[in-house]
């Protein structure tokens, strides 16, 4: 069975803050998917970032940042110099790299304030 | 239009009523899928469509009736529902096809239908 983690249900941070929102997953696979969304109040979840299993090379695109660690099945998100535009629920997912099922955390929402 | 679109975005109906949503997707994908995101529930996962053909029907109750009459377009009828179905329907769609990994694995969400049920 695949089980994905977000302990942190809720993050206040100021804007400008450094935040790190994590993510912890289970499964048996040895090849699997990782993926980061977002969910702003509108309710559309916003697909940020896939990672295949096999590349734990990290990544940065512009504030964003992804760990991924295989070694403790964590993939962390962090967000630099936060805005106010980047409140919203945060869910991090997993998906088997045979098969269409998609596991969701449980979110972890995100309140920037200015 | 581009992505996922999905109609009404907004939907308030008593339990006897026959509603149904609609999701389009203009991705020229083959897989197609429905979500349930309730409130205090992660979310989860309805039915999976590849190529027009229903592959994973995640033990929703026969209440809901999905019909996918071709890749583009995707319903979820809905009939005599109770109030705990109240919740954010969301529609996603992906290349699907032929596994070669990568981006045919992205799912891409829709809007959702905010639905409430009294």
């Known amino acids: 069975a695949q089980k994905v983690t977000q302990a942190q249900t809720e993050i206040s941070v100021v804007e400008k803050e450094d935040v790190t929102l994590d993510c912890v997953y289970e499964?048996?696979?040895?090849?699997?998917?990782l993926f980061w969304y977002k969910q702003p109040p509108s309710g559309e979840l916003v697909f940020l970032i896939r990672?295949?299993?096999?590349?734990?090379q990290n990544e940065i695109s512009g504030r964003y940042s992804w760990n991924f660690q295989k070694s403790t099945s964590s993939f962390n998100f962090t967000i630099t110099a936060s805005q106010v535009v980047d409140s919203a629920v945060y869910f991090c997912?997993?998906?088997?790299?045979?098969?269409?099922?998609?596991?969701f955390g449980g979110g972890t929402r995100l309140m920037v304030k200015p | 239009e581009t992505g996922v679109t999905q109609t009404p975005r907004h939907l308030v109906m008593g339990m006897t009523n026959k509603k149904s949503l609609k999701c389009e997707q203009h991705?020229?994908?083959?897989?197609m899928y429905w979500y349930k995101q309730s409130a205090k529930k992660p979310l989860e996962l309805m039915f999976v469509y590849n190529f027009k053909e229903q592959t994973e029907n995640n033990s929703v109750p026969s209440r809901f009736s999905p019909e996918c009459p071709n890749s583009s377009h995707l319903f979820l009828h809905l009939h005599t529902l109770q109030p705990e179905d109240s919740a954010l329907y969301l529609c996603?769609?992906?290349?699907?096809?032929?596994?070669?990994?990568?981006?045919?694995?992205?799912?891409?969400f829709g809007p959702g239908t905010r639905l409430l049920v009294l």
């Open positions: 499964t048996r696979d040895t090849t699997y998917y």
């Open positions: 991705l020229g994908h083959n897989a």
């Open positions: 997912a997993l998906k088997p790299w045979a098969g269409n099922m998609l596991t």
């Open positions: 990672r295949n299993s096999f590349d734990e």
């Open positions: 996603a769609s992906s290349p699907g096809g032929v596994q070669s990994g990568g981006t045919q694995e992205t799912q891409y």
